[in-house]
């Protein structure tokens, strides 16, 4: 019984680790997405982040381990405190995976808009 017990818990962790996280599981919670934006402008203490928030300070924390996993944020301890630091950079296989979609919105958003100008345009002769 002992082997197999020992046997589950290393089968568990080889899963877990080959199971890495990965940018697009960070961004999938709104709180998550709400964190970035709060650290998008400096590196805030783990109580500075969940000050902003209504949920508990035990519910930060896993979403901030979570962040911290995917690679979108360190965190520096100081002292006492940990401080959060968004990694931009890796924020960059969303903005990848975003900007075909991007471009799609942006021609049919121009070609709307030219579209509303020829209709101005035959308002105005009509009158």
């Known amino acids: 019984m002992r082997n197999r017990s020992i046997t589950h818990k290393f089968v568990t962790e080889q899963l877990h680790d080959n199971m890495r996280r990965d940018v697009f599981q960070a961004i999938a919670d709104p709180v998550r997405r709400d964190i970035i934006g709060l650290l998008a402008n ?3 203490t783990v109580n500075a982040v969940a000050e902003n928030f209504e949920i508990s300070r035990p519910a930060i924390s896993k979403h901030i381990r979570i962040l911290n ?4 944020i360190v965190i520096n301890q100081k ?3 940990r ?8 924020l960059t296989p969303v903005a990848d995976w975003v900007e075909p979609y991007r471009r799609l919105w942006e021609e049919k958003l121009d070609s709307f808009e030219q579209y509303l100008a020829k209709i101005q345009t035959k308002n105005k002769a009509n009158e």
């Open 83 to 90: 401080y959060c630091k968004l990694l931009p950079q890796n």
């Open 79 to 81: 002292g006492r405190e």
């Open 69 to 72: 996993e995917c690679g979108v």
């Open 42 to 44: 400096d590196a805030l």
